[in-house]
């Protein structure tokens, strides 16, 4: 009997200890389960989209784009693996903040060395808050007012990235507007949440996330001329893991000077405040969980997971710096998992074997060139697809920071001035706006009795994020 079959009601799925990690290891430690495994290989799509977005800003060959990829996403594994029951993936929200800032940089060596600089930056911050436990007490300490302008801005970038000059939206108008418009349907409305109440049709399109839309777009895309059709090849990726390693990494091009981490430390500021709304995410999910699986005790530790999701963002800065970075949370796919696994034990014996069948599924995926070849004519399609629902999500959850109407005045100007002159500007901004309204009242700001109780009425809708 394997160790995972021999777990008692309300017991924690069986590990190894590993000091603040939990090493839990497939077919041993939890059950394999094959229908998440299927749905990785194909939803490993997204993952790919992250290669226009660093031809577009490295100038990198598609080759060395898709080993940082692969690499990335083997470090997804560490998360289930050392105990964290989520799906990982990007720091979506803060994807806007970084291209800012890096294209700040000349293209070349600079913009390479401002990259690894931030990640690295990015990647210590995590893992020294996890290890003293402050991460929370970190993001208690920053105003209200300046939390909800820098997840607000983040979310109007994404979607100006988009719909900006010479953006994705000009290259394919039509393949967008369609996808985002099926999007939007089956994601946050109230009439299809009504529909999967009502049948099984319905209930399992709705668990397959954004898959059926990418699906979607590789037939509009042709047909309107803006994508050609996929050339399906056949055989295993060739990713060029060389010619990353002596181009596009510290092995290469040294360390960035000095300065460039000084100057990265705004943008890293704002996404620490960006990914931290993923973390309280996750302990949100899986508490609503808790009470459908009394037979399972789930132990999610936000410092542990800080010193796993800061680690792959070290990690990747000098293996593989990434434009979309390493972050606690896939949002949409969590949500997937756990509404299944909340359907019982049969369904789901453990969610270590939901979230970590998942990931290899994408691993999987990521090394057919089937997969690969299938999707690649609608990456930037699969990328605007991401940022325009990310922007709706983090615009709602941006308000939502606010807690007096005198925030959302100055969180609105945050905003504009983050989307218009970065993270550094942004945060200047803030400081000085809480200053001038706030005074001595700088750290707690101002609570509008009525402001919050409107929110809190608004938020008690079907929208799934």
């Given at each position: 009997?394997?160790?995972?079959?021999?777990?008692?009601t309300?017991?924690?799925?069986?590990?190894?200890?590993?000091?603040?990690?939990k090493l839990?290891?497939?077919?041993?430690?939890?059950r394999?389960?094959?229908?998440?495994y299927?749905q990785?290989?194909l939803?490993?799509?997204?993952d790919?989209?992250?290669?226009p977005?660093?031809?577009?800003l490295?100038?990198?060959?598609?080759e060395?784009?898709?080993?940082?990829?692969i690499?990335?996403g083997?470090?997804?594994?560490?998360h289930?693996l050392?105990?964290d029951?989520?799906?990982?993936?990007?720091i979506?929200?803060a994807?806007?903040?970084l291209?800012l800032?890096?294209s700040?940089?000349?293209?070349?060596?600079?913009r390479v060395?401002?990259?690894?600089a931030f990640?690295?930056m990015?990647?210590?911050l995590?893992?020294t808050l996890?290890?003293?436990g402050?991460?929370?007490?970190?993001?208690?300490?920053?105003?209200?007012?300046?939390k909800?302008?820098?997840?607000?801005?983040a979310?109007?970038?994404?979607?100006?990235?988009?719909?900006?000059?010479?953006?994705?939206?000009?290259q394919y108008?039509?393949t967008?507007?369609i996808a985002v418009?099926v999007?939007?349907?089956?994601?946050f409305?109230?009439?299809?949440a009504?529909?999967?109440?009502?049948?099984r049709?319905?209930?399992?399109?709705?668990k397959?996330?954004?898959?059926p839309?990418?699906?979607?777009?590789?037939?509009i895309?042709?047909l309107?001329?803006e994508a050609?059709?996929?050339d399906?090849e056949w055989?295993f990726?060739q990713p060029?893991?060389?010619?990353?390693?002596q181009e596009?990494?510290?092995?290469g091009?040294?360390f960035?000077p000095?300065?460039?981490?000084?100057t990265a430390?705004?943008t890293?500021l704002?996404?620490?405040?960006?990914?931290?709304?993923?973390?309280l995410?996750?302990?949100a999910l899986l508490?609503?969980?808790?009470n459908?699986?009394?037979?399972e005790?789930?132990?999610?530790?936000p410092n542990?997971?800080h010193?796993i999701?800061?680690g792959?963002?070290?990690?990747?800065?000098?293996?593989g710096?990434?434009?979309?970075?390493?972050?606690?949370?896939?949002a949409?796919?969590?949500?997937v998992?756990?509404?299944?696994y909340?359907?019982?034990?049969a369904a789901?014996n453990?969610?270590f074997?939901?979230?970590?069948s998942?990931?290899?599924?994408?691993?999987?995926?990521?090394?057919?060139?089937p997969i690969?070849t299938?999707?690649?004519?609608i990456?930037?399609?699969?990328?605007?697809?991401?940022?325009?629902i990310?922007?709706?999500v983090?615009?709602?959850i941006?308000?939502?920071?606010?807690t007096?109407q005198?925030?959302?005045?100055?969180?609105?100007?945050i905003?504009?001035v983050?989307v218009v002159k970065?993270a550094?500007?942004?945060?200047?901004v803030?400081?000085l706006?809480?200053l001038?309204?706030?005074?001595k009242?700088f750290f707690r700001?101002?609570?509008?009795d009525?402001?919050?109780?409107?929110?809190?009425?608004g938020n008690?809708d079907?929208?799934?994020?």
């Open positions: 009997m394997k160790p995972w079959q021999k777990r008692g309300g017991e924690e799925a069986p590990y190894i200890p590993l000091g603040p990690f839990r290891l497939p077919f041993v430690h939890y394999f389960e094959w229908p998440d299927f990785g290989l939803m490993c799509a997204v790919l989209a992250a290669i977005l660093m031809i577009e490295l100038g990198m060959p598609f060395a784009a898709i080993a940082i990829v690499l990335n083997l470090l997804y594994l560490l289930h050392l105990g029951p989520v799906v990982p993936g990007w979506t929200p994807i806007p903040l291209m800032y890096v700040a940089f000349p293209e070349g060596e600079a060395h401002a990259l690894i990640q690295m990015l990647g210590i995590a893992i996890g290890y003293t402050l991460a929370g007490k970190v993001v208690r300490l920053i105003p209200s007012a300046i909800a302008g820098i997840i607000m801005g979310g109007l970038a994404a979607v100006y990235v988009v719909f900006a000059e010479g953006g994705r939206f000009e108008p039509f967008i507007s418009g999007a939007f349907y089956l994601i409305s109230r009439h299809f009504w529909l999967q109440s009502r049948s049709l319905w209930a399992n399109l709705g397959l996330g954004i898959f839309i990418i699906a979607l777009a590789i037939v895309a042709p309107f001329k050609p059709w996929p399906i055989g990726t060029d893991f060389m010619l990353m390693f596009y990494t510290i092995f091009l040294g960035p000095w300065i460039m981490y000084l430390i705004p890293v704002a996404a620490y405040i960006v990914l931290f709304g993923d973390v995410q996750s302990k508490k609503e969980a808790d459908q699986r009394p037979d005790k789930v132990d999610y530790n542990r997971a010193l999701f800061g792959r963002n070290l990690g990747m800065s000098i293996f710096p990434d434009v979309v970075m390493c972050g606690p949370l896939w949409a796919m969590q949500v998992i756990v509404e299944r909340k359907q019982g034990k789901m453990s969610i074997g939901g979230s970590g998942f990931r290899w599924g994408t691993n999987t995926g990521l090394l057919l060139l690969v299938l999707v690649q004519p990456l930037a399609v699969a990328l605007a697809l991401t940022l325009i990310q922007g709706y983090s615009v709602r941006g308000i939502m920071q606010a007096s005198r925030d959302l005045g100055i969180a609105g100007i905003a504009a983050l970065g550094t500007w942004a945060f200047a803030g400081v706006l809480c001038l309204i706030y005074g009242a700001g101002e609570t509008d009525t402001f919050v109780k409107d929110h809190e009425s008690n079907n929208e799934k994020d």
